[in-house]
């Protein structure tokens, strides 16, 4: 059974900087295309980062040279390590397996000005 599993979110202050994880398990997080999504409140969910199984990675213009999406293939888990975090990112992340369309449960982050 495809399943994700994040962790990791929490209360930062402005300029602050947090890990998100999200454990895969059912496939190898290094074969799929793997993204990461946010959505604050009364707000659509928006793309923010994906990593290919080659290691190639984009990430919209809201978090590039902020954010680093990565991955761990020993343990099967991606991350998205978050620099220089701004109230405006406040939102609950949610990983996605692309292929597969699997999505985890989400992990609130809360930026405090």
């Known amino acids: 059974q495809v399943q994700l599993v994040e962790s990791g979110g929490g209360l930062v202050q402005s300029g602050g900087s947090l890990r998100l994880t999200c454990a895969g398990s059912?496939?190898?997080?290094?074969?799929?295309?793997m993204t990461w999504y946010r959505q604050a409140r009364d707000k659509p969910r928006e793309w923010i980062a994906t990593l290919f199984p080659g290691g190639a990675t984009f990430y919209d213009d809201s978090v590039k040279g902020r954010f680093t999406i990565s991955r761990d293939d020993a343990k099967n888990t991606l991350y998205l390590q978050m620099n220089s975090l701004k109230p405006e990112d406040t939102a609950v992340y949610y990983c996605?397996?692309?292929?597969?369309?699997?999505w985890g449960q989400g992990t609130q982050v809360t930026v405090s000005s």
């Open positions: 059912g496939f190898p997080v290094s074969d799929e295309i």
């Open positions: 996605q397996n692309h292929d597969s369309n699997t």
